[in-house]
């Protein structure tokens, strides 16, 4: 199999689009969990 520049730019181009998509997801994933402690931590000093 052979591959062109093209082929080998446009390879790298999903590749990196794939990597961003899922770093975003990650982030979104950290600040909900940074959300929800922040909601822990409200709860924790209304039951003091």
Same mark, same amino acid.
């Given at each position: 199999m052979v591959f *062109?520049?093209?082929d080998q730019k446009? %390879? $790298?181009h999903a590749?990196? *689009?794939g990597?961003?998509?899922c770093? %975003? $997801?990650e982030i979104?994933?950290?600040m909900a969990i940074g959300?929800?402690?922040q909601?822990?931590?409200e709860w924790l000093r209304f039951l003091e």
């Open positions: *062109t520049a093209q446009g %390879h $790298l590749e990196s *689009t990597y961003s998509a770093l %975003h $997801l979104r994933n950290l959300d929800a402690l909601v822990f931590e």
